[in-house]
């Protein structure tokens, strides 16, 4: 049995597969986090049943890609768990209606069932289930509530045969079963929903942003620096440091010492410089690199889900208007600050080709992932905190010109904003947690195993000298553009398998500040690292990653040869 | 008794109603507004409107929806 979880965007429908199904998901506050549908299995009595996510839709007649993903599935699933923010019933029935008019079994989850009380809306479940047919079982997904109830009730799950209908009456049906149902009374404004106004005026709106993305910015290197100081960098310093040294004594000298623990560099193992297995290869991840994904996904996930994310959206339209973009697509480029995988992905919830070629392309080449950046925080940071803010002030600067040229350049439409803003809600401690554990082990389980392939295949090389050979024709490039030394193109190689590696490369390289900066400006821009890569040919298609591939190898030259003669 | 007025969203003030009278936009417009549950009748309140031809805030029931400035001038709103 292939049991699908239904409904319009941002309705609880990934809390309920996560509940029915034990799975976690990534859940957010804004419409669109489901944009590809996500499987698992529940048992139903005997029977083991598949249950997928389905992505958010308003209507069978789609009108985006990700809505006519959501219909191709409806043709594949044997019953329909119609899942409906209660607040908004009136607008989620329309949907509810076009279902029951297709010949398959359908029961309605009624959720955000205690938010109705909150709001002062009365809804007669009884006498909707007479109008619709089927069961009804009102959930709070995120407390749980009803969620047993609503498993237990699949099976009576019925087809309701509704005949097929135009809009205009399915509108007149939905008006004539609200009247009958629904009951609001009056009630004072929250001061969530007050600061829900506030945050998408103009003045208001923009202070508060500002705000906002100050504090974030501020907790996520208070929480990354601290970590690093008081707990993973003593943990190495103080615990780790004489195992490695046994270990190091033990093993002698040769490759196989070069490999496992690195080279000694006067007298000492260094953990950033020394690159083997044991030293660089876990201190890379786990010390400098894991302290910045916690905190950053910590940050990132509670924006989420206080649904602030849409309303910054909108106080951004206009600005991003100016590269072919809608306010949305500010939703991938924060995506982005973590991974720009996810990021990729997600430029699929903006509506045009156009847009999500320049969505994929300016975010692959201005926007460094938190891997990178916690990199960039420890190595170029270590020469003064203004060298990080020039590397930020050029991406700044490169994501602007090249956004205006793009808009120009890429032919096709860019439509206009068009999104639901829904109200802000406290973060729920469970979906936020849920989801930096998501990612943080994403992190460790996709980084790892490349880091620490990488460093053997580096030392591997380096032993049997093939960089000195790559090193020497790549000279005038490097050398002569980039003004670094031959050297460091073995990072900008590296920087394809992932970019944290390939920054902690630079360190034996004794760089100044203004090469380590040229250094991780292009490792931001050049090309993506194997995963966004894939991601991009997916998502772009062979000859538009071509051509973005192109846009960013040039930008990435023009810009760091640009940063050689400024600086 | 003033004949009620009729302006765009775009042009209409902040913190007016008014019901949906009807919209000169396309086909496609016309559906996406229309799967929002904006419709004709609908009535509606204007919460915002961002400077720079930035897109344009509005509630109806509990749903709060942005749209873009030259859509929002496609859509005609009597005023109360």
Partial sequence: MKILLMGNPNVGKSVIFSRLTGIQVIASNYPGTTINYTQGFMTIGQEKAEIIDVPGT??????????????????????????????????????????????????IALNMWDDTKHRGINIDVEKLKTYLGVPIVPTVALTGQGIKELAESIPKAVSADFPVSTRDSRWTSIGNIIDHVQAITHRHHTWLERLGDASVKPISGGVIALVVLAISFIVIRFIGEGLIRYVFDPVFQNLWMPVLMRISDFIGGGLLHDIIIGRIIGGDISFLESFGLLSSGLYVPFAMVLPYIVSFYLVLGLLEDTGYLPRLAVLMDSVMHRFGLHGYAIIPALLGFGCNVPAVMATRILESKKEQFIAATLISIAIPCAALQAMIMGMVGS??????????????????ILGV?????????????????????????????????????????????????????VNILY?????????????????????????????????FLRKDVALGLMAPLALSSKQLVIGSVFLAMSFPCIATFVVLLRQLGFVNMLKSFVIMISAALITGGLLNIIL | MSEKTETTLGMMRTGDSGVVSHMTGGRNMINRLDALGIRQGKRIIKLSSMFMKGPVTIKFDEVQVAIGYRMANKIVIKLD
């Fill in chain 1, 58 to 107: 308003y209507t069978l007649e789609p009108t985006s890609e990700v809505e006519q993903i959501a219909l191709n599935m409806l043709n594949t699933g044997d019953v329909v768990i119609n899942v409906i923010d209660a607040t908004k019933l009136e607008r989620n029935l329309y949907l509810t209606l076009q279902l029951l008019e297709r010949n398959i079994p359908v029961i």
């Fill in chain 1, 383 to 400: 020469h003064g905190f203004q060298y990080v803010i020039i590397v930020y002030g050029t991406l700044l600067v490169v994501w602007i």
């Fill in chain 1, 405 to 457: 040229i793009l808009k120009y350049m890429v032919k096709g439409y860019s439509p206009e904003l068009l999104i639901e803003i829904p109200p802000y809600r406290l973060p729920p401690w469970r979906t936020v947690l849920q989801k930096l554990r998501i990612r943080s082990y994403g992190f460790l389980v996709e980084a790892i195993p490349i880091i620490l392939g990488a460093i053997i295949v």
């Fill in chain 1, 463 to 495: 032993s049997l000298h093939v960089f000195d050979a790559i090193a020497n024709i790549t000279a005038p490039v490097v050398t002569g553009i980039l003004g670094l030394p031959k050297d460091a193109v073995t990072a900008l190689v590296v920087g």
